[in-house]
């Protein structure tokens, strides 16, 4: 298994990775009242030690009171979590890595097991977390307009810290996704529609206002997902024209990094092409795209909440995608969750020593 194409550095913008590999966001919950604690940027930095090259944050929500349905999720806003924040990104720093906060509004949830739910009701583009499924508020075009100037706020802050990156969460059936899918969209005004294209003004809105508080120079991800939670093989895009109808447009408002999520990364998006959901959108796009989705696991990330392990298993058929260009970057997920040497232990060809997963590695932040 030749891994040399993932340990080439990579530039763009605000980003100097001196790998290929990007620890991908994953909800971890053990921030109490929003705010990082020491062992949540002890986290973020064992994980910079063990040579992965760029960070995402989990989930970290906006200034808006209904955005998060957990107590115990990061906030991205106040001075209490933004300074738990600051002391993530100068430890990432000082272990060797890039990081950017992945900023997040969930829109409609479900209630939280726990009980625990915000000051105000959720938010969404129609109340619906999914068709028959409403929990919550109509958001008024003030409060959409409030939201993407929260956005907006929560990037500048990221830049003004010393993050690298920001990266915005549009995928996964949470708000901004809720835009996109005409399934939780039922507006008649300028943010619904008939079209993908259509119902993606409200993400273009958010990307142009993190361009304008960012700057030009400052790299901007946004994660996309085709499937939802309430139907894995659902397709905002069925062909590769409404693909190019949804991203291109978020292309020219200032997306400089496509970050495709796809349950397993070896599916291919459309029949009679083998690109998968990253290689389609940057041979639409031509910007930068990672891929992620069981990436060194014989499993997927949903079935571990059901309690199914994972084993390791190869990386050649990634490397053989990878090797002829379809993306530039490739998302872990659980491996890193787990094992914070993943990437040591792939670069220096130690696989006899890599790590299953289980769901128990859920429930702590690992930290050897």
């Not at 970290?60 to 933004?82: C, K, M, W």
């Not at 939802?228 to 291109?248: F, G, R, S, V």
């Not at 530039?328 to 993943?342: C, M, Q, S, T």
């Amino acid at each position: 298994m030749n891994t040399e194409n993932l340990f080439r550095p990579f530039s763009l913008k605000s980003l100097h990775t001196k790998n290929r590999i990007v620890m991908a966001p994953m909800t971890r919950s053990f921030s109490p009242g929003g705010v990082p604690t020491a062992d949540v940027a002890a986290y973020y930095r064992k994980r910079a030690e063990g040579e992965v090259g760029l960070i995402l944050s989990e989930g970290t929500v906006i200034e808006r009171v209904s955005s998060s349905n957990d107590a115990n999720i990061p906030h991205f806003y106040g001075e209490q979590a933004l300074a738990g924040w600051s002391s993530v990104i100068e430890g990432v720093h000082q272990g060797g890595a890039q990081m950017g906060p992945q900023i997040w509004h969930m829109g409609i949830m479900d209630n939280h097991h726990s009980g625990w739910l915000p000051a105000q009701p959720f938010e969404g583009p129609s109340g619906l977390n999914r068709p028959g499924f409403n929990n919550g508020n109509t958001m008024t075009e003030s409060d959409v307009a409030d939201t993407i100037a929260a956005f907006g706020r929560a990037a500048a802050d990221a830049k003004r810290l010393g993050f690298d990156c920001v990266e915005i969460h549009g995928a996964h059936g949470y708000l901004v996704d809720q835009f996109f899918w005409e399934g939780t969209n039922e507006r008649t005004d300028n943010y619904g529609g008939k079209t993908l294209e259509a119902r993606s003004r409200f993400a273009v809105e958010v990307i142009k206002e993190v361009r304008r508080q960012v700057g030009e120079d400052f790299a901007i991800i946004i994660r996309l997902s085709q499937w939802k939670p309430a139907d894995y093989t659902y397709q905002l895009a069925k062909t590769a024209q409404e693909m190019e109808a949804w991203l291109n447009p978020m292309a020219d408002a200032g997306v400089d990094i496509f970050h495709c999520s796809q349950r397993r990364f070896w599916e291919n998006e459309f029949e009679g092409s083998d690109l998968n959901f990253a290689g389609w959108a940057k041979k639409i796009t031509g910007k930068a795209t990672i891929t992620v989705g069981s990436v060194g696991l014989n499993g997927e990330f949903l079935a571990a909440f059901a309690g199914e392990s994972s084993q390791p298993s190869s990386l050649d058929e990634l490397m053989r995608r990878m090797d002829r260009g379809d993306f530039d970057l490739v998302g872990v997920g659980r491996p890193l969750l787990a094992d914070p040497n993943w990437v040591q232990k792939i670069r220096e060809g130690r696989t006899d020593e890599l790590k299953g997963f289980t769901k128990d590695a859920l429930s702590s932040l690992i930290l050897d």
